[in-house]
């Protein structure tokens, strides 16, 4: 080997150490330079632009998925018909837009399926929204709509005579009997002052003052949901904050989609803020325990409120018999705080694998969240819609519950959700074959946003994916036009969703809320010819909605189970009354329901093709393994 020679004779003795030296000097005297002259001119460039903080408002150009193989299976009809006018149905969402492009214009508001006046029938809410105070061209009111069912799929508007003729600038919508008094109260979320309606006999009060839970007057409350999170019988209440929104604010952000004109502004101009969690006194009066329950979530490096809420499932993920929260965030990580049993929540939406999209790391525009035992061995999966160009998440968990993985793409679910931008979102079983289906609303925020993305549309159909099973080529698979009907694809710009029979044939059928229009109500006209059972759980030493009751029904070689929970969606309520698809199946023997708090008990099922009623305290402890 060749010694080489110490370090400073290399320098010394190279050949170009002399013109390293005259350009090195060259060099130092061009930087000099260029900071005398340069570093000026480019302030004042930087100022330029700081001062203008031109925005650009919505996602990137949408790429098309890949197409997945479909099944080599025949997919049910599964007609969904829009009914008209015949219904009695008049109600048109006032947005309240006016020309400034303020965000909560574009957010539409939610719908709820309940049976207010104990008909047996159900019935709808629809919330609305109003027209701005500084508005001074209109100052006529915009009322939310209560409309009683008669159980076969004709309403007639109540809301006068009930006290829900409400105006405000209306979000979402909670259902539940907080008081136990045998019928169902509602909270209005809004941007403002929250509202809370105590039912008495089929009419409302309003005791926001003396319940407490109006909330902040310049908060902008959105998905909210009544459960008993500390098992005591009575249901608190969660109520989802979005982004520290003004008009000031918004007005003093030159958002843009093509460069020009004024666009509507993206959640990442907005600060986060903190939800509310209200525990039920008992008394009428809620107390807001958000701080001391930790819920409130900040951003680890900055240490400022982290959450931009949008969607609220609560559900039992470990099944410990104690409701876990979680919280679907437009883009910031979402939320899955499990609870201690004491009171507290811990936040491990990171470590169970739901806070973020797997496959980039990022965190989505989250919208609406579904959870639901989703197979037969008991599978818990999470269902949450996302942007347009993000594909919808499906969150499967692995047997110990405590990992999620995205499903979304290996289950057929994903790839087409992307070219929509998802607002409500739901499972159902529409087709009664006793596997889940899933249902999305769809619908862009901004109305012209066709002139910068050809792929984009302002309304967009809803998207309906039928369950083929898991051991289908394609588990969920996107249902055409040809099977759903063309009412169905008719493009809406679609915000909350809800589910129900209201016409008591035993199938659900779909209502979607949409902004700045008339809602799409669709009547389930599958002919299927399955069977059904429909379940009304009454709690008597939980809470009397029995909010939360897990029903657990074999049928042949698995098992089906559903979840008491009006809260899913986006905004929204669906019906508490259990609906089990027997497909084929023409009898069953009992069927399992464990309460609130972990009791279980066993109610045998004489009959099928029905809606029963099971009290807690009248059935049988199940036999032990």
């Known amino acids: 080997m060749t010694e080489l020679p110490p370090s400073h004779e290399l320098a010394d003795d190279h ?42 408002s919505i996602e990137t150009e949408v790429t098309l998925p890949e197409v997945r193989e479909i099944n080599d299976v025949t997919i049910p009809s599964l007609v969904m018909t829009e009914v008209g006018d015949e219904s009695g ?74 006290g829900l003729d409400v105006t405000l600038y209306g979000m979402g919508v909670a259902v539940g009997d907080y008081d136990n008094d045998g019928d169902c109260d509602v909270f209005l979320s809004a941007v403002g002052t929250n509202r809370m309606f105590r039912n008495d006999g089929g009419v409302f009060s309003d005791v926001t003052a003396e319940s407490g839970v109006g909330g902040a007057d310049d908060a902008w409350s959105t998905s909210c949901g009544f459960f008993d999170y500390d098992n005591d019988g009575l249901l608190d209440l969660f109520v989802c904050n979005y982004v520290s ?91 899955l705080f ?41 599978t818990l999966a999470i269902g949450i819609g996302n942007f347009a160009n993000e594909a919808s998440a499906l969150y499967m968990t692995r047997p110990d519950r405590s990992q999620f993985i995205d499903a979304a793409m290996y289950t057929g679910f994903g790839p ?10 739901f499972f159902i079983d529409v087709d009664l074959d006793g596997r889940l289906d899933v249902l999305g609303a769809n619908g862009h925020l901004e109305e012209e946003i066709a002139k910068t993305q050809a792929t984009q549309r302002y309304e967009q159909s809803p998207q309906l994916f039928w369950n083929a099973g898991r051991e289908a080529k394609t588990e969920l698979v996107l249902v055409e036009e040809s099977n759903v009907g063309k009412d169905f694809y008719k493009p809406i710009v679609g915000r909350g969703a809800a589910f129900a029979d209201f016409d008591g044939d035993g199938d659900q059928d779909v209502v979607i809320s949409t902004s700045h229009s008339r809602p799409a109500v669709f009547r389930n006209d599958q002919q299927t010819q399955h ?61 399992t329901v464990t309460w609130p708090g972990g009791s279980s008990e066993q109610f045998e099922v004489d009959a099928i093709d029905q809606t029963i009623t099971l009290t807690q305290g009248n059935g049988i402890a199940p036999a032990s393994d």
């Open 416 to 425: 087409p959700t992307r070219k929509g931008l998802t607002f409500g979102l």
């Open 531 to 591: 069977h059904f059972l429909r379940i009304n759980l009454q709690g008597s030493e939980c809470n009397r909605d029995a909010i939360g009751a897990i029903a657990e029904l074999p049928l042949g070689d698995r098992t089906l189970t559903r979840t008491v929970m009006p809260t899913r969606s986006y905004l929204s309520q669906c019906e508490k009354t259990l609906t089990f698809g027997l497909g084929s199946t023409s009898q069953v023997d009992s069927i």
């Open 15 to 56: 050949p170009d150490v002399e013109n390293d030296a005259v350009i090195g000097t060259a060099l130092r005297g061009s930087l000099i330079l260029f900071a005398v002259v340069g570093v000026p001119v480019l302030a004042f460039v930087v100022y330029l632009n700081m001062s203008k903080q031109t925005q650009q």
């Open 245 to 335: 929104w003004s008009k000031e604010n918004d007005l003093s952000q030159d958002f843009t989609l093509d460069g020009e004109t004024r666009a509507y502004g993206p959640p990442r101009a907005f600060a986060g803020t903190f939800s509310y969690l209200y525990k039920n006194r008992g008394d009428g009066s809620f107390e807001d325990v958000s701080a001391s329950a930790g819920i409130q979530i900040r951003n680890d490096n900055t240490d400022v409120p982290l959450g931009k809420a949008m969607g609220l499932a609560p559900v039992d993920v470990n099944r410990d018999g104690w409701i876990d929260i979680l919280v679907a965030n437009d883009t910031v990580r979402n939320f």
């Open 89 to 162: 149905i008049d109600f048109t969402h006032q947005s309240g837009r006016y020309g400034d492009r303020l965000l909560p214009e574009t957010m539409g508001s939610g719908v709820a399926a309940l049976d207010f006046n104990n008909d047996g029938h159900q019935d709808l809410l629809l919330v609305n929204s109003c027209y701005w105070p500084w508005d001074d061209r209109h100052d006529e009111p915009s009322p939310c709509q209560l409309l009683a069912g008669d159980g076969d799929f004709h309403f007639s508007d109540v809301s006068e005579q009930t």
């Open 338 to 378: 499990e609870n201690n049993k004491d009171g507290t929540f811990s936040e491990i939406g990171r470590l169970s694998g739901i806070a973020f999209d797997r496959s980039t790391g990022n965190a989505r525009g989250a919208m609406g969240i579904d959870t639901a035992a989703f197979r037969d061995d008991g």
